[in-house]
């Protein structure tokens, strides 16, 4: 793509050397190429590929390897299931960490998610965010939550519909133990970037809207191994990113 990439190819070998462990070998070069992926999109639209964070989705994956991940440089995770995931932030205790909570929120879990994570992605009703800010422990920082929108998905109920994501949003700006930064979405699973960038645009235009409505907002979580880039050129702010990563997963 660029001279850049000769220079990383170096960088990868050079900790190849030094951690000679075939899955780290595959998940640093795969880490590599996503960011150049993402660096790539961002500069094509005259952003700045820093303002674009990377979230590794490790969820299925274990804890070995969200450790090659962090000896790569990456310390945002994703996880869907929070038995899974709090198993794993035990197993990793020594890490400096980023835990974002990504998956469908049952209101008998809000406790342990409140506790464990720094984001949570998919806060899709007031009850749940009531509780997870009824359960954020007031040492902590407060909760980072996007709101999830559900755009064109009729396979999923996750997700506010776009019509209720003001008042959502008004609400949960106002709970004490979270902090309301922005907007998440998973859209139709699409091969057609045309058709990616159109899905996206509309949870950019929601954002814009609701920013108007004088609701602060910074973030727009969107954009994942297959569509990454269209999400980039429409303004995510965060993709999560899992297969590209890690490889495929045997159970979702
Ligand atoms: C699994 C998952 C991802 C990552 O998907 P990939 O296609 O593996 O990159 C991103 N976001 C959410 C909400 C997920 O559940």
Known sequence: MNSGVGALRCEVFHTKLLLPHEIMDTIG???????????????????????VALIAVSKTFDAD???????????????????????????????A???????????NKTRPIAEFFHWVHSVDRLKIAERLSAARLAGL????????VNIGNEHTKSG??????????????RLPR?????LMTVPTPSADYAQQRRYFSQLRQIKDDIV????????????????????IAEGATLVRVGTAIFGARTRD
């Open 212 to 231: 108007s409505a004088g609701v602060a907002l910074d973030t727009l979580s969107m954009g994942m191994s297959g569509d990454f880039e269209a999400a």
């Open 160 to 173: 506010v519909a776009a019509g209720e994501a003001l008042a959502l949003a008004r609400a949960v700006s």
């Open 29 to 51: 070069v795969n880490l590599q190429a996503v960011k150049q992926r993402i660096a790539h999109a961002a500069r094509l639209c005259g952003r700045d590929p820093a303002d």
């Open 141 to 148: 920082a407060p909760l980072q939550v996007c709101i999830e």
């Open 178 to 182: 979270l902090k309301l930064r922005g």
């Open 97 to 107: 960490l980023e835990w974002h909570f990504i998956g469908a929120i049952q209101s």
């Open 65 to 95: 390897a969200i450790a090659a991940a962090h000896a790569h440089g990456q310390y945002a995770f994703g996880e869907s299931y929070v038995q899974e995931a709090v198993e794993k932030i035990a197993a990793l205790p020594d890490l």
